[in-house]
């Protein structure tokens, strides 16, 4: 059973940045994505990455902002995001799978970390 492990959550000031972790081993065969879930809300697809890398997307609100690659050497998938805002606020998820093109359907997805907190406050 795959294990994921995310880490890199915190709190951080609207405009501040995080970089998030998303380690297992055996990532380099699976696509790997990130949601999120804010309290009271939906799970929402936040970016993805396919295993050869060739195949990236993101969610609209966090484009432009927010960049998800591949670390090799340290077998993790990382997902840099800056200029955090307020409706940042989630708990965020990596997922993996073994298709070859990432989707932002979450009933796609067989594998779950438990998560890391991020909390965007003044």
């Known amino acids: 059973q795959l294990q994921l492990v995310e880490s890199g959550g915190g709190s951080v000031r609207p405009g501040g940045s995080l970089r998030l972790s998303c380690a297992a081993s055996?990532?380099?065969?699976?696509?790997i994505v990130w949601f999120r879930q804010a309290p009271g809300r939906e799970r929402q697809f936040v970016a993805g990455i396919s295993r050869t890398a060739r195949t990236i997307i993101y969610d609209d609100s966090v484009r432009g902002r927010s960049t998800i690659s591949r670390d090799v050497a340290k077998n993790t998938v990382d997902l840099q995001m800056n200029s955090l805002a307020l409706e940042d606020t989630a708990v965020y998820y990596c997922?993996?799978?073994?298709?070859?093109?990432?989707?932002?359907?979450?009933?796609?997805?067989?594998?779950w970390g438990q998560g890391t907190q991020v909390t965007v406050s003044s």
């Open positions: 055996g990532l380099d065969y699976l696509s």
């Open positions: 997922a993996a799978a073994g298709i070859t093109v990432p989707t932002s359907k979450d009933n796609e997805w067989d594998y």
